[in-house]
């Protein structure tokens, strides 16, 4: 394990800092929680507002998508581990323009109790309405009757575009969450892990593999996929990754989509463009349109090797989210 860092224990909290200071015109961190950021933009009175978070190792993801068009506030969890309830509430506290909060995150149990947590202290102490939707992306996670099951992998960057549109349209708290559990509900991912990642605490392998060997459906933290097997050329990964999205999405002839190939940290461009490549060779063939595309690292898992596929089925409604323009530190869209 080679990692540019001071002490490992300070990881988090130091990229915090830098990243605050690298980008003052999107971001500020709030004095009462170090581990809370939000927009510098002033917001519209009214506006619902828009929370994201999760734990750190992901980036860009997830501080890189405050900004104009998507999240409003960031809760920043440690090293693949949930943020606390109590960074959550404070950025809540912060966004909060009497319409209520949003909270978007992966379907993860830390996740999941700590954002829950606080949505109940956000009520119980604050009076502020929270409402909340789950990414549950990952095809490979759990069978398709058990979608609320199943992981949020980079399809989250679709959900977060979906809720940020929404708020700036000015709907209101119950719309943006229905919107963006619909564009959840659109929503389907695949991965593969080819090498895994060095946690910087303890500098062990998030994942045993061998250099001749890749997993199919390998979770950003490591979770287990669905099969290992030797590693494969670019093109066979992609069918295998799009067509178990193909089927379990139903996806056919005349659709349209939206395509995000992801890196995990370590994939050069050069790999993913040809992944991406393959993808729209096949969506083609099947009569199947691709409306926008997005290759590169959105939300990694610091440098592991390997990438995903996602894909979005789009309606009138879902494509004028995904029109809508973007300006974020890690994300721009015109």
Not at 68 to 88: H, K, Y
Not at 147 to 161: D, Q, T, W
Request: charged share 25%.
């Amino acid at each position: 394990m080679k990692k540019l860092v001071n002490n490992p224990v300070n990881v988090v909290d130091e990229m915090v800092e830098g990243y605050v200071r690298a980008h003052p015109d999107y971001i500020k961190q709030l004095s009462s929680n170090n581990r809370a950021l939000v927009t510098v933009r002033e917001t519209k009175q009214n506006k619902v507002g828009i929370l994201i978070g999760g734990g750190s190792g992901h980036e860009p993801g997830f501080m890189g998508y405050v900004g104009e068009g998507m999240a409003d506030g960031v809760a920043v969890g440690n090293i693949f581990s949930s943020p606390s309830p109590d960074p959550i509430l404070e950025v809540t506290k912060s966004i909060n323009k009497e319409s209520g909060v949003v909270y978007l995150y992966g379907n993860y149990a830390g996740d999941v109790m700590n954002f829950g947590m606080a949505a109940e202290m956000a009520d119980l102490e604050e009076d502020i309405e929270v409402g909340m939707a789950i990414a549950t992306d990952d095809v490979a996670s759990a069978p398709k009757e058990e979608k609320e099951k199943r992981r949020g992998i980079a399809g989250e960057l679709f959900i977060y575009k979906a809720a940020g549109a929404a708020a700036d349209f000015g709907c209101n708290l119950e719309e943006v969450v229905r919107i963006a559990r619909k564009a959840n509900d659109h929503t389907w991912s695949m991965g593969v892990g080819t090498s895994p990642c060095y946690h910087p605490q303890t500098g062990k392998p998030s994942f045993e593999i061998g250099d001749d060997e890749m997993e199919i459906g390998l979770g950003h933290h490591g979770e287990p996929g669905l099969e290992k097997g030797p590693l494969e050329t670019a093109d066979k990964l992609a069918d295998r990754l799009l067509n178990d999205i193909l089927i379990d999405s139903g996806i056919t002839k005349g659709d349209e989509v939206a395509v995000l190939v992801n890196g995990l940290g370590s994939t050069p461009k050069m790999d993913l463009y040809i992944v991406y490549r393959r993808v729209e060779q096949i969506l083609s063939e099947q009569g199947i349109k691709i409306y926008c595309s997005y290759v590169g690292d959105y939300i990694t898992s610091l440098e592991m090797g390997g990438c995903s596929v996602t894909l979005m089925k789009l309606d009138d409604e879902l494509t004028k989210v995904m029109d809508h323009p973007v300006n974020c530190p890690m994300f721009v869209q015109k």
